[in-house]
């Protein structure tokens, strides 16, 4: 009578071991997919260039600034060209201003 008892014990640590790693599995999975932000892994510039030439920064579609007080380790102005990426020195950000403002389209 004793061997059934051990099959039934063994039978049922198999199943609570089955449903505690489900489970287990489940809690991760939430953590993971509520933690996670759109930008969780953030693209930080790592150098700047200290001079950019006025025909680049008039190619300039958009710009984002990165302070070194959140997760990246310097202060960068981060411009778009297009598809490209460049990482600027914030001395730049004045000049983008200035010569956005004075630069007028031309017509066609």
Known sequence: ??????IHTQCCSTMELKATSVLLLVCITFIILT???VDAIPSCCLRVSKGMHPRQIRLVSEYMIQHKSGVCDIDAVILY??????????GVLKRLKKLKKNHKPKRI
């Open 1 to 6: 009578m004793s061997f059934p008892l051990f």
């Open 81 to 90: 060209v297009g598809k490209k990426r460049f990482c600027a020195d914030l």
């Open 35 to 37: 933690s996670t932000e």
